[in-house]
């Protein structure tokens, strides 16, 4: 409150308004300021403590000052920023995690975006291809192979399950054998007048047992062999010619889609979708003649090593069911030899008595 402001409101000890020296109403006026001040300002600082003690301190709002009492501006420092400092780190590293997850969720999108797309154009191309109105790529020569290599595997199944059954129908015989030669042998010594017919009836029947058991083991072999052969190395062949095949239509559907584009206008979006859908087909096409290749090389190799493999099984095969049936034991035992075939020993298959629970 300036001095002339102090000078026009003289005060007198009985509140009436009178005329005061200039010191008296000055020292007047500087009273009532100090008042008015102490009266505002105490409130205030109640104010302050109490929402304080409410809500607590305001810390963003808190600043420390560098320097003594009544110091300029510049030396107060915002804790705000002493704040934004601490949780810079952590912020930045909750950025980046956000960042790769956000990538994350990109790529699978897509990935989920161009499988299906390629799955519209698979699946259209597949429905022109059965009600007539789509081309296809024919190679006629490699689809007359796979043709006959299917037919081949059907055969060959068929074999194979046949073969299974004589084991089984022939391991039965077996057995029946060797139960038919221990009660002829249990006969011979309880029957003295019947001694001698029960005792060779017995011998034969072992005989004819153990033989039994020799052909068994080839016929094993053999059926091992054309298992192999059947859902191994033919089925190999056959997942390549799968992957050719799904190549294949994947190529056609993109060579449609590409001549589609080319009969229609050349603005530039089309001309910017051309040269996509450009990169696309030659990306197929590279994949469709590389499996293609696999296929024929595949188809070569299992050729040549069904006909080596054959060879040796029904030479196998021929020799052992012959020398059975001849009664030639030495030629079965020696035909087991010349194919390197070991016959397990009688409960070979059985665990042992340790090994039971």
């Known amino acids: 409150m300036n001095k002339a402001a102090t000078m026009e409101i003289p005060i007198n000890s009985n509140g009436d308004t009178g005329t005061l020296t200039e010191d008296d109403s000055l020292e007047q006026a500087a009273k009532l300021q100090w008042s008015l001040e102490e009266k505002v300002g105490s409130s205030t600082s109640t104010m302050d403590l109490q929402q304080v003690m409410v809500s607590g301190p305001n810390l963003n709002e808190t600043s420390i000052v560098s320097g003594g009492y009544g110091g300029t501006a510049e030396g107060i420092i915002p804790t705000s920023s002493i704040k934004g400092s601490n949780m810079h780190h952590s912020s930045s590293s909750s950025s980046v995690a956000d960042e790769g997850s956000r990538g994350v969720a990109v790529e699978k999108l897509d990935f989920v975006k161009k499988w299906g797309l390629n799955t519209y154009k698979c699946t259209k191309q597949m429905i022109s291809e059965r009600f007539g109105r789509g081309s296809r790529t024919v190679d006629l020569e490699l689809e007359a192979q ?6 081949t595997k059907r055969k060959y199944e068929s074999v194979l399950r046949l073969a299974r059954a004589l084991t089984n129908h022939f391991y039965s015989m077996v057995q029946t054998q060797h139960a038919l030669g ?3 042998a249990d ?7 019947l001694r ?4 060779y009836n017995a011998e034969t029947q072992k005989l004819l047992c153990k033989n039994g058991e020799t052909l068994l083991g080839a016929i094993n072999f053999f059926v091992s062999s054309v298992n ?3 859902n191994k190395t033919m089925e190999d062949t056959l997942q390549t010619i799968k992957l050719y095949e799904n190549a294949r239509l994947e190529f056609d559907a993109y060579r449609a889609d590409l001549e589609e584009l080319s009969l229609g206008p050349r603005d530039a979006v089309t001309m910017v979708r051309i040269d996509g859908a450009q990169a696309q087909y030659q990306v197929h096409k590279d994949k469709y003649e590389r499996l293609r290749s696999d296929v024929v090389i595949k188809l070569k190799f299992l050729e040549e090593n069904k006909v080596k493999v054959m060879h ?3 030479l196998l095969f021929h020799n052992a069911i012959s020398a059975y049936f001849a ?3 030495q030629q079965l035992e020696q035909t087991l030899k010349q194919f390197n075939i070991k016959l397990k020993p009688p409960g070979a ?9």
């Open 349 to 357: 298959d059985k665990p042992s008595w340790l090994e039971e629970p």
């Open 312 to 314: 040796k099984q029904l």
């Open 196 to 199: 001698d017919e029960f005792g």
């Open 228 to 230: 192999t052969l059947v």
């Open 182 to 184: 221990d009660t002829f």
């Open 187 to 193: 006969l011979s010594q309880k029957s003295p007048e």
């Open 146 to 151: 796979i043709e006959v290599l299917r037919d």
């Open 327 to 329: 009664g030639n034991q």
